[in-house]
């Protein structure tokens, strides 16, 4: 049963601390999304990663967050420092190419910021 | 004002209810559309796709996009209490560029 998972599920940290998420992609899928959810704003795109290579971050505070993908088995987004106002459940979800239909969500990371 | 919107709810319904839910979009180059169900501290999992216009029937479930209002829809036959989910319509203009999500509908169906 191919799945994305993300690590770790819950965070609780204290402003200015560092966070580091992680997430696997489906084996076989070159296309990795990083999505942030909260209740004002929903299910917001921060950035995607298309065989490895960042497409667009644009929707990410560049002076706090970073995304990369090692490798094609792991993509991790950094928060440094961490503020109250990053509190929110981030999942990764991955996809074949441009294939909308496969795209496939992880659980996601439960972050709360003090 | 927003790509997509969604009305957040949340509705409530007995079982055995259809339920409509809705969603509109601003962007005519809309190709795209799909709903994700959302369970409480899940992550969305893809429900129904459709390319265009049209209607598509899945079991209790129709999807159906009318491009000319820029409306999407998806009904859900016979509710049952495990239905009970937020539901996310999403949307994007190409094959290679992401999804613009709704906030989605919160639904619960009571037994």
């Known amino acids: 049963d191919a799945r994305v998972t993300q690590t770790p599920r819950h965070k609780v940290t204290e402003m200015g601390q560092e966070v580091t998420m992680r997430c696997q992609p489906i084996l076989g899928h070159n296309t990795v999304f990083w999505y942030r959810q909260t209740m004002m704003q929903g299910l917001e795109l921060l950035a995607y990663f298309r065989n490895r290579a960042p497409l667009d971050d644009s929707g990410m505070p560049k002076d706090r967050f970073s995304a990369e993908m090692p490798d094609a088995t792991l993509a991790t987004l950094k928060i440094q420092p961490s503020e109250p106002r990053d509190s929110a459940v981030y999942f990764c979800?991955?996809?074949?190419?441009?294939?909308?239909?496969?795209?496939?969500f992880g659980p996601g990371t439960r972050l709360l910021v003090l | 004002q927003k790509e997509v919107e969604q009305d957040p709810g949340p509705l409530s319904v007995p079982e055995g209810a259809i339920v409509s839910l809705n969603c509109t979009y601003s962007?005519?180059?809309?190709?795209?559309f799909m709903w994700y169900r959302q369970y409480s501290r899940k992550g969305p999992e893809l429900l129904m796709y459709?390319?265009?216009?049209g209607n598509k029937e899945d079991g209790r479930f129709t999807a159906q996009v009318d491009k000319s209002s820029k409306y999407i829809s998806l009904f859900i036959r016979d509710s049952q209490p495990s239905d009970s989910a937020t539901y996310l319509c999403?949307?994007?203009?190409?094959?290679?560029?992401?999804?613009?999500f709704g906030k989605g509908t919160r639904l619960s169906v009571i037994a």
């Open positions: 979800a991955s996809a074949l190419g441009g294939q909308q239909e496969t795209q496939y």
């Open positions: 459709t390319y265009s216009s």
């Open positions: 962007n005519s180059a809309f190709q795209y």
């Open positions: 999403a949307t994007s203009n190409s094959g290679n560029t992401p999804l613009v």
